[in-house]
């Protein structure tokens, strides 16, 4: 049964195996974050094959750094998307783009050509131009809430901000979004 | 008025429940209305975005190959607390064998295995002492009593005439009247005592000015008949480790064969209460 982000004290005690070195509490969380580690990194980078393969390096990496990891500090959750951003970074980096870094997370990659006969594919291009405008903050709010479907309270534990900061990030997010939707030519 | 960013989040939360419509929203507030509309069709926009997700041979594939990584790379954390306990454990054990080590030291005789770390004990202590010739006098005292308590015909009686008269060449090295009187004081006592177990010492008789005659002076002491010695506990001095050192005075005077002309001894200065000289670890 996979696990959600409701029970927060089932996945501390998976999290605690998983620490002690159980594999299986560990493939259980993968089970649980795999979806939405997945759709954090493909609204990122805008290619379904290459959002795959930072997934499962983001959980490689989990795995082998998890003795660096305390509960206390942050949930597992956001851990883990942090583990996914920073492979993004360093995807682009290897790639040596010529964007700057906060260009690479704030600004969409380029044309989603590689995947643009895949629905998939072109679905994650068009999430990914939408929000290109978001920062990065905000994109991580919207994502959580209405892809991953998180309340505004769960949202706060993941990111270690207060409610009232999520609902104003959460607004702030929808306008900038609302005003590009509106606009004919996008 | 109820801020912007509470009616949509309320509004999100009404129609994620099912619990309100778009419209049922806007009426609820009339006075964010318009700006509520444009961000609620955008939240319906995102909202396509739950279909972005891995395809399942994408994740099952993935799975197989992070339980294959975990099995190839086991996690062997050690539990913290459980080290912890170990290296306590460990720790404690060694300081107790260590503290048992030293304190049966110092009731070790030469010969002894453990005699040597008496020995390495006394240096340490020896270097603490501010006073230099009371801790040399009371290290001079030890090397007598265990001349005293050396078995005759041992092999280690040899060890426990150097180990004097080493101490007692120690004791060449102070020189001032006052030094040279204290020092007559605590020779005369240990000549005393090694007298009532029948031991000579010609270096000691040198040193206190008593030349045997000739012909009575053994090239090595003559021990005879050392009886078992009870032992007390001395009082702590100055922050020392509390020893037990043999009590001489209580000895039975056994005097078999003696070269040298009987003394009248007490006991050891560092073996009576009051006796203002050190005591050795």
């Given at each position: 049964m996979p696990l959600t982000s409701n029970d927060p004290a089932a996945e501390a005690r998976l999290v605690q195996r998983a620490v002690?070195?159980?594999a299986d509490a560990f493939a259980r969380l993968y089970d649980s974050y795999a979806d939405r580690v997945f759709r954090f990194v493909a609204i990122r980078v805008s290619d379904a094959r290459l959002a795959e393969d930072v997934t499962a390096q983001a959980f490689l990496k989990a795995w082998e750094n998890l003795d660096r990891y305390e509960w206390r500090d942050v949930p597992f959750g956001a851990w883990l998307f942090r583990i996914a951003r920073n492979l993004v970074i360093d995807h682009y980096r290897t790639r040596k783009e010529q964007a700057s870094l906060d260009e690479v997370v704030e600004q969409p990659a380029p044309a989603p050509d590689?995947?643009?006969?895949?629905?998939?594919?072109?679905?994650?291009?068009?999430l990914h131009a939408a929000m290109h405008t978001l920062t990065d903050d905000?994109?991580?709010?919207?994502?959580?809430?209405?892809?991953?479907?998180?309340?505004?309270?769960?949202?706060?534990?993941?990111?270690?901000?207060?409610?009232?900061?999520?609902?104003?990030?959460?607004?702030?997010?929808?306008?900038?979004?609302?005003?590009?939707?509106?606009?004919?030519?996008? | 008025m109820i801020d912007l960013d509470t009616a949509l989040d309320d509004c999100l939360t009404r129609l994620a429940n099912g619990t309100a419509t778009v419209d049922d929203c806007l009426r609820l507030y009339?006075?964010?209305?318009?700006?509520?509309?444009?961000?609620?069709?955008?939240?319906?926009?995102?909202?396509?975005g739950r279909a972005v997700r891995p395809?399942?041979?994408?994740?099952?594939?993935?799975?197989?190959?992070?339980?294959?990584?975990?099995?190839?790379?086991?996690?062997?954390?050690?539990?913290?607390?459980?080290?912890?306990?170990?290296?306590?454990?460990?720790?404690?054990?060694?300081?107790?064998?260590?503290?048992?080590?030293?304190?049966?030291?110092?009731?070790?005789?030469?010969?002894?295995?453990?005699?040597?770390?008496?020995?390495?004990?006394?240096?340490?202590?020896?270097?603490?002492?501010?006073?230099?010739?009371?801790?040399?006098?009371a290290l001079a005292d030890?090397?007598?009593?265990?001349?005293?308590?050396?078995?005759?015909?041992?092999?280690?009686?040899?060890?426990?005439l150097q180990g004097y008269e080493r101490a007692l060449a120690q004791l060449a090295r102070y020189t001032s009247p006052a030094d040279r009187a204290t020092i007559m004081n605590v020779l005369a006592a240990q000549k005393e005592i090694l007298?009532?177990?029948?031991?000579?010492?010609?270096?000691?008789e040198q040193w206190i000015g008593v030349t045997p005659p000739a012909t009575s002076v053994a090239p090595t002491p003559v021990v005879t008949s050392v009886p078992t010695l009870p032992a007390v506990v001395l009082p702590t001095v100055s922050g020392q480790p509390t020893v037990t050192v043999p009590v001489l005075t209580a000895l039975p005077i056994v005097a078999t064969r003696t070269l040298v002309p009987p003394v009248i001894v007490t006991a050891l200065p560092t073996a009576l209460p009051g006796n203002p000289l050190p005591t050795p670890p």
């Amino acid at each position: 049964m996979p696990l959600t982000s409701n029970d927060p004290a089932a996945e501390a005690r998976l999290v605690q195996r998983a620490v002690s070195g159980d594999a299986d509490a560990f493939a259980r969380l993968y089970d649980s974050y795999a979806d939405r580690v997945f759709r954090f990194v493909a609204i990122r980078v805008s290619d379904a094959r290459l959002a795959e393969d930072v997934t499962a390096q983001a959980f490689l990496k989990a795995w082998e750094n998890l003795d660096r990891y305390e509960w206390r500090d942050v949930p597992f959750g956001a851990w883990l998307f942090r583990i996914a951003r920073n492979l993004v970074i360093d995807h682009y980096r290897t790639r040596k783009e010529q964007a700057s870094l906060d260009e690479v997370v704030e600004q969409p990659a380029p044309a989603p050509d590689v995947d643009a006969q895949i629905d998939m594919g072109r679905m994650i291009a068009q999430l990914h131009a939408a929000m290109h405008t978001l920062t990065d903050d905000q994109r991580q709010v919207l994502v959580m809430k209405f892809m991953d479907g998180l309340t505004t309270e769960e949202i706060a534990r993941h990111m270690g901000k207060q409610p009232g900061a999520i609902r104003a990030l959460q607004m702030r997010g929808l306008q900038a979004l609302a005003g590009v939707i509106d606009k004919p030519d996008d | 008025m109820i801020d912007l960013d509470t009616a949509l989040d309320d509004c999100l939360t009404r129609l994620a429940n099912g619990t309100a419509t778009v419209d049922d929203c806007l009426r609820l507030y009339p006075e964010h209305a318009a700006e509520l509309r444009r961000m609620l069709a955008a939240a319906s926009t995102l909202e396509r975005g739950r279909a972005v997700r891995p395809s399942d041979s994408f994740k099952a594939d993935a799975r197989a190959r992070l339980v294959a990584h975990m099995k190839a790379n086991p996690r062997r954390r050690a539990q913290p607390a459980a080290a912890f306990g170990w290296a306590l454990r460990f720790g404690l054990a060694a300081l107790a064998v260590a503290i048992a080590s030293v304190s049966a030291a110092q009731a070790a005789l030469p010969g002894n295995p453990l005699y040597s770390l008496k020995l390495v004990t006394e240096s340490v202590w020896r270097m603490a002492q501010p006073n230099p010739l009371a801790a040399d006098l009371a290290l001079a005292d030890r090397r007598a009593a265990e001349l005293a308590q050396t078995p005759p015909g041992s092999p280690a009686v040899q060890l426990a005439l150097q180990g004097y008269e080493r101490a007692l060449a120690q004791l060449a090295r102070y020189t001032s009247p006052a030094d040279r009187a204290t020092i007559m004081n605590v020779l005369a006592a240990q000549k005393e005592i090694l007298s009532r177990v029948d031991v000579v010492v010609p270096a000691l008789e040198q040193w206190i000015g008593v030349t045997p005659p000739a012909t009575s002076v053994a090239p090595t002491p003559v021990v005879t008949s050392v009886p078992t010695l009870p032992a007390v506990v001395l009082p702590t001095v100055s922050g020392q480790p509390t020893v037990t050192v043999p009590v001489l005075t209580a000895l039975p005077i056994v005097a078999t064969r003696t070269l040298v002309p009987p003394v009248i001894v007490t006991a050891l200065p560092t073996a009576l209460p009051g006796n203002p000289l050190p005591t050795p670890p």
